[in-house]
């Protein structure tokens, strides 16, 4: 999978749009707190764009692994609810700030979960001493 591919599939999963930053694709506006792809002298980095700052979480050499990684985040997740509009009434921007804040809280707390599982297990006898990024 390329970010193009990417771009397609989050889509077609209806997520929306505003919950992630792919590079070199049509952005839709921003919320403050989102997902991020982005390719780097070789490098793709995924994370999330928080509170004004870049936070990486891993790093790839290869475009489809961190294409997937950011799909895997973004799709497993629940789906958002989007609350019905009446027919010909715009959605209310600031609704659909809140929930998307809410959806990315969401996304971010259970990789923060997985991330802590992951790091348990790779610990020698359970200790978080010296565990670090592969």
């Not at 999963?13 to 390719?39: H, K, M, N, Q, T």
């Amino acid at each position: 999978m390329d970010r193009f591919a990417l771009y397609r599939a989050l889509g077609a999963a209806r997520v929306p749009a505003a919950s992630y930053e792919i590079v070199d694709c049509p952005a839709s506006p921003l919320v403050a707190d989102r997902y991020f792809l982005d390719g780097r002298a070789g490098d793709w980095v995924v994370g999330v764009h928080e509170r004004g700052t870049r936070e990486v979480f891993e790093r790839f050499a290869d475009e489809d692994a961190a294409c997937r990684w950011m799909y895997d985040r973004l799709v497993a997740t629940e789906p958002a609810s989007v609350p019905e509009e009446p027919a010909g009434r715009a959605p209310d921007p600031e609704a659909l700030q809140r929930q998307a804040d809410d959806d990315l809280e969401a996304a971010l707390a259970a990789m923060r979960r997985r991330t802590e599982e992951r790091s348990g297990d790779e610990r020698p006898g359970g200790s978080a001493e010296g565990a670090g990024p592969a």
